[in-house]
């Protein structure tokens, strides 16, 4: 059995005495005194628990197995695996250590002692200082064996500090009930206010949206035509710089790539914590625990987080219905004025164990290889890569039309476009799932911006101006089609408020955008958010021109020469065709095997984004924050997974 090492020293019997941790006294030369508690190793650990008969000798080599393998915790590997309960591994531990056993719950921490740290800190080292025992304070730990790690930070704020022991679930929520208000603050406002848009309104640029907006229906109103012919230019010039760009995408993504490298070999897996933030999820939850277990990741390295909204009854009385397995935790974010899924996601990351973070919506259905190509990528890259973004699909792609286009405009936007910006060296606006971010990275730039509808597409912008890339991962992730026809306009809105939010707030100061993106990604944002934007609200400019071929007069034929004419109809039908061919390849790219005659119905399908756009430009004044929440469940009854085979 190896020996006994110190974890930390005190200065006074009397300090330890009263915990009973087992503490040894050397007198010093001078009559002083230095004592010092001991820490079994973790084999040690494991053979008392072997002879208390807590666990079995098979289980008990193959924890150390995967302890030696993983360099985990001997605690998580036995908990994750089911081989002992918490109960019995805690009181076992405070047996072993020589340390209290501590219940923070009934007996709550002393807030302002949290506060000497932080309660952000409490959350991710897993302890809480608990109670003043003279002049020594009491620091609950979940992990008695980091303990040594933290002493010399914990002795430099509270002076003689002493171990006790407590769960880690116990440890989460006594410093989330005792500084909910303190974390409430942090969630909403970890980005810089530089880069946040929580502060729009106040520097005027809610004003200065409603003005051009004024002002546009006054030139409608005062001079149509004039107007009408500005807006034609703008339409044409930003249909045809997007055209561009999905063309460039196009051939960036058909050159010829690199067979991809074999998997390498790790030797010491990292851990990996996902996030999924559910709000009023009651039918998806009970799948989506399902589907996560299809997980292919050791359970003792895989940490799975449902975050849920404190007043969210209904999904917290879902999740309670079903047996959660021990590496997944339910994350109950307290009651705040904001409810969004970036705030959740704030609040989360602290509580995460894992280096890689990753987020899932909750309808995901990941392909169950998922995580270890993520770490397989992660390894192989630089620390510049600090994000890997997977290909989103859909499980219901024929649930009736809406579904179809959705599935196609997916298809296209995943499989060619995104692939293709990255090769082109664009910065990429990211989905809203299927993220995996290297923590240290994240946790730089201050996570999510609590504020921004999209928070995905903004963090993508985040990432390219700190310096950091995201890469797309050849990995698919299955989601529930939004296929009625009111809930889309909905989401889509929701989507558009948070682009126009995006470009507003990284163009406070254009120069500083170009000096940190440089001129190839400055321009591809202009690209993918002011022309995207402008295309959505002047489609119908852009569609009455379809008018004349038809035989239809046009009110600004006669202002335009017949030169220009044709080069409008030439660019509309250059971009069909770029459109139509982009499709076609991404849906020769899926399994779903839709007939391509589908594919030309997605002309009067997006009539749809454009009424999206203005609900997003109304609500960009009104009501800038509102999160146009998307339920999810009603095409998935069964639970089934198409080609996937996931359930």
Partial sequence: MTAARPIFAAHSAAQIAPLDTGAHVTQLPGGGRKIAVTAPSVRSLGVALLRDGLITPDALVLALSLQKRHRGRLCDILLSRQLITESALYKAQARHWNVRLVDPLTAAPDPRLIDKIGAAACLREGLIPWRQAGKAVVIATAYPEDFARHYKWLYSVYGHVIMALAPASQIQTAVMKARSAVLNHAAETRVSASESCRDWGKDGLAVKVALVMLVAVLGLWLSPNTVALAFTFWATVTLALSTGLRAGAIFASLRHRDPPPPAPIIARLPTVSIMVALFKEGKIAPRLIRRLDQLDYPRDLLDI???????????????????????????????GPLKTKPRALNFGLDL???????????????????????????YQRGP???????????????TNWLSRCFTMEYAAWFRIILPGLQRLGMAIPLGGTTLFFRRAALEELGGWDSHNVTEDADLGMRLARHGYRAEILETTTYEEANCRALPWVKQRSRWLKGYMMTWCVHMRDPALLWRQLGPRKFFGFQILFLCTLSQFMLAPVL???????????????????????????????LTEVVNLTVTIMALRM????????????????????????YKAAWEMVTNPFYWDKT????????????????R
């Fill in 305 to 335: 987080l449902l975050v849920v909204e404190e007043e969210d009854a209904i999904t917290r009385d879902a999740l309670r219905a079903v047996e959660l397995p021990p590496w997944m935790r339910v994350v109950v974010v307290p009651d």
């Fill in 352 to 378: 995460c164990r894992g280096s890689i973070i990753g987020v899932y919506d909750a309808e995901d259905a990941p392909e169950p290889a998922q995580i270890r190509k993520v770490v397989d990528r992660f």
């Fill in 384 to 398: 510049d890569v600090a994000c890997l973004q997977g290909v989103l699909d859909f499980y219901n792609p024929r």
């Fill in 543 to 573: 569609w009455s021109f379809w008018l004349v071929p038809l035989g239809v007069p046009h009110p600004l034929a006669a202002a335009l020469s017949p030169l220009m004419m044709h080069i409008l109809i030439g660019l509309y039908l």
């Fill in 590 to 613: 899926t399994n779903h095997k839709l007939s391509w005659f589908w594919v030309p119905t997605l002309n009067f399908y997006f009539p749809l984004g454009a009424l999206a756009s």
């Fill in 631 to 646: 339920s999810h469940g009603h095409f998935d009854q069964t639970g089934h997974i198409d080609q996937a085979g996931l």
